[in-house]
């Protein structure tokens, strides 16, 4: 099972939520200490993950289940992702901030409704690989386009692993 998203990155955040159990809300005026921790409290009950990607971006994400992630690439960080109701949903900073100052909008966004992943609910095991350099060279040989993805996603069911403290690949 797998599935290729293209996910429009403005700050140079991805996220991988179960929008079922994540609370977006934060305060209508939230500050970058109060979102982050908020970020923090939902990366400890496993309902977000959130990643820097080197900038913004139109990346390419594919997310495979079941699978092994590819044993190359640029980097690579493990965590875990509960999914509480049969979905996940691939979405962006902007689309967590939008969320943390209205108590009413919910994930996915309306443009957003295609980035959500059906799989059995569960907790999984998530290896996101971010497969070339950000700051490296973004064409492939020959200054073709490439045609890969710019991340891979691969979630195994039941593999319990440790809580992210902090978003990674990020310092701040």
């Known amino acids: 099972m797998g599935r290729r998203f293209e996910v429009a990155d403005d700050s140079g ?3 991988l939520l179960d929008q079922h159990a994540y609370q977006g ?3 209508p005026d939230w500050t970058y200490d109060t979102i982050f921790a908020h970020f923090r409290t939902a990366m400890a009950k496993r309902s977000l993950l959130l990643w820097g990607t080197g900038r913004g971006d139109i990346w390419t994400v594919d997310i495979v289940v079941g699978k092994a992630a590819p044993l190359t690439g640029f980097r690579r960080v493990t965590g875990p992702i509960r999914v509480s109701a049969g979905q996940l949903h691939l979405t962006n900073y902007e689309s967590l901030t939008m969320a943390a100052m209205d108590r009413d909008l919910r994930l996915p966004e309306l443009h957003q409704r295609d980035q959500v992943l059906a ?3 569960g907790v999984y095991c998530c290896e996101i690989v971010q497969v070339i350099d950000p700051d490296g ?3 492939g040989p020959d200054d073709e386009p490439r045609t890969g993805p710019d991340f891979v996603i691969a979630l195994r069911a039941g593999q319990e692993v440790e809580a992210w403290p902090d978003p990674a690949w990020h310092d701040g």
Do not use: G, I, R
């Open 137 to 139: 060279d973004l064409d």
């Open 13 to 15: 955040f991805l996220a």
């Open 119 to 121: 799989l059995p609910s």
């Open 25 to 27: 809300f934060v305060d």
